[in-house]
């Protein structure tokens, strides 16, 4: 079983910087993927980054690239999703998902934090 917990989430203003972290525990978790997926109210979760296990490979998606950035410490099995010029429509629930896979689905991750807000006003 694999433990994931988010941190790092806050009220901003448009234009700072936030830097989430996702904590993992349990066996296997170092060697997952993680990815991290936002929604926000009344609409559907949506795909925000991702990175291999090695840290190696990363994804963003469009409304995202060139501003958010995906990392992870293997010694403190942590994954980070620094959040820079940060927009009021980047105001979600974050949350950061395991799996064996590589992806940008979130079917294919079977472990999934509690989530942490972010909100960005104008």
């Known amino acids: 079983q694999v433990q994931l917990v988010e941190s790092g989430g806050g009220s901003v203003q448009a234009g700072d910087s936030l830097r989430l972290s996702c904590a993992a525990s349990?066996?296997?978790?170092?060697?997952?993927?993680v990815a991290w997926f936002r929604q926000a109210p009344g609409k559907e979760r949506e795909f925000a980054a991702a990175?291999?296990?090695?840290?190696?490979?990363?994804s963003y998606a469009d409304s995202v690239k060139g501003r958010f950035t995906i990392s992870r410490d293997s010694a403190k099995n942590t994954v980070y999703l620094q959040m820079n010029s940060l927009k009021p429509e980047d105001t979600a629930l974050y949350y950061c998902?395991?799996?064996?896979?590589?992806?940008?689905?979130?079917?294919?991750?079977?472990?999934w934090g509690q989530g942490t807000q972010v909100t960005v006003s104008s």
């Open positions: 349990g066996r296997g978790s170092s060697t997952y993927g």
């Open positions: 998902a395991a799996g064996p896979r590589f992806t940008r689905a979130a079917v294919d991750y079977g472990f």
């Open positions: 990175i291999s296990w090695r840290g190696s490979i990363t």
